[in-house]
Each structure stands twice: as C-alpha cells, then as structure tokens.
C-alpha cells in the first residue's frame, strides 16, 4: 500500500479573512480543530501541515508541532511547489489535499474517499460540491507521481495556485475519477462550512457553540441534524460567494 499523507495548506496572510487558521474556535485555533478531526480519519499515515516560509507564519509551524503533526515550510503564492515539497519530505506515494479553513471536515467522508481513490488505478479523485457534499468537507486525493509531473509542467498561475488545477484540467494526461457522490444522508451542496468571511466565521462558532465538546470531535451527523433543524442558521453565511479560479 502506499503512505498516503494528508497535506493541509494554511497561512495567516489569507485576503479576506486575515489570521483566520488561527482565530479561536470553542476555545481552540480554528486549525488545532481541524487537525483534530484529521487525526480522526484512519486512512491517512501522516499529516502535515504546509505553510509558508513568512515569519508571520511561524505561529502556523509551532501550532503543527504542538498539536504533534509534521510541517513543511514553502513559497506563499506557489502553492503547488508547496505541496510538491512536502509531498517529498514526507516520502508520500497518496496526497490527501485539505485547506486550512474547513474546521468541520469529515473524516468519514475523507477515509470513504482515500477507499475510493484507492479501487482503481486512478491519477486523481475528488469528493466536493459536485458530489453533492456541502462545501466544507472538500477532499482531494491524488498521486505523488501526478503531484510532481503537475509541478514540472504547469506554468500558468492557476495550477501554481490552486494546486490540483493542472491535473483536473488535463484529462487527456491523468486518469480522473468520477467525482465521489455524498450519501443521502449527507447531500446538501447549498450549504457552506468553509471559512472564508467573517459570516462563515459566525456559522462554524454557532456550531461549534452548540455542539462541541472538549476532547471529542463534533459528529457531522450532528451538524445535519442541526442545520435541518434550525435552516436559519445555514442562511447566517448565505449572501457569501464563493470564490474561483
């Protein structure tokens, strides 16, 4: 089997919402949270938190090392180098791809979609939007050898951004899979658990308020549950628009 590593891109400089790895959630920084529920998933071998090489982000590596996951220090505005780097430092043959602002990531969906990557020889898979996931449980799961040949041949700004652009745009190169479906249980696309803007701040602070317990993760079952529950909370973070590449 190959080592499979989940790399988690954060840094404090983010545009519209600044420090927001860092701001505290329940008690806790928004990304010791998220590690957390990393930690949950068993298909990963490794975590490593990949951030930059700007003194602002030394909170970001001492925070990685004291919550005991591994960090790699890269380019800012380079972020595939950045995954690239510590896609080899770690030895991974899997790349996990999670970003530091999805403190409610799932790590049964996550595991469920390493297992799907996994049934076939594919270059890359997905679980996101399109498979009717709520934006917030993103999970991107591809090979070190497609990570590395994304690095040495895109150019454009996008793929230098964005990370797995490159490889979802060039089907003629690498073996897509269909992306992953949500379950029923789980299929709610409209709704958004990343933190962009403060509103989505607001939202993950309710939940987190209402559901949170020191030293457990929040089910994400419980998360539907109270979001179909109570709609107006969902509607908090619902005039936020999404941005793209």
Not at 103 to 122: C, G, K, Q
Request: charged share 25%.
């Amino acid at each position: 089997m190959p080592k499979v590593v989940c790399i988690v891109q954060a840094r404090t400089g983010s545009c519209r919402l600044p420090g927001k790895v860092l701001k505290s959630l329940a008690g806790r920084p928004l990304l010791a949270q998220l590690i957390d529920r990393l930690k949950a998933c068993a298909a990963y071998d490794r975590i490593v938190v990949a951030t930059t090489i700007d003194k602002r982000d030394d909170p970001v590596a001492e925070l990685a090392q004291q919550v005991g996951v591994g960090i790699f220090r890269g380019d800012e505005e380079d972020v595939l180098s950045r995954y690239a780097g510590a896609a080899a430092e770690s030895g991974a043959g899997v790349i996990v791809r999670v970003t530091g602002d999805c403190p409610l990531i799932d790590p049964v969906t996550s595991e469920a979609t390493v297992r799907y990557f996994l049934s076939d020889d594919y270059d890359y898979a997905a679980a996101g939007v399109g498979g009717g996931f709520p934006r917030g449980l993103d999970t991107e799961v591809f090979t070190a050898a497609a990570l590395f040949e994304a690095h040495e041949l895109a150019t454009d700004q996008a793929s230098r951004e964005h990370v797995t652009y490159y490889l979802y745009t060039h089907p003629d190169r690498f073996k897509l899979a269909p992306e992953y479906q949500a379950p029923p249980a789980l299929r709610r696309p409209g709704w958004r658990l990343c933190v962009d803007e403060e509103a989505d701040f607001r939202l993950i602070t309710e939940i987190y308020n209402r559901l949170y317990r020191p030293g457990a993760i929040i089910d994400f079952r419980d998360v539907v549950r109270l979001l179909d529950r109570e709609p107006a909370l969902a509607a908090i973070n619902g005039n936020v628009a999404q941005k793209t590449v």
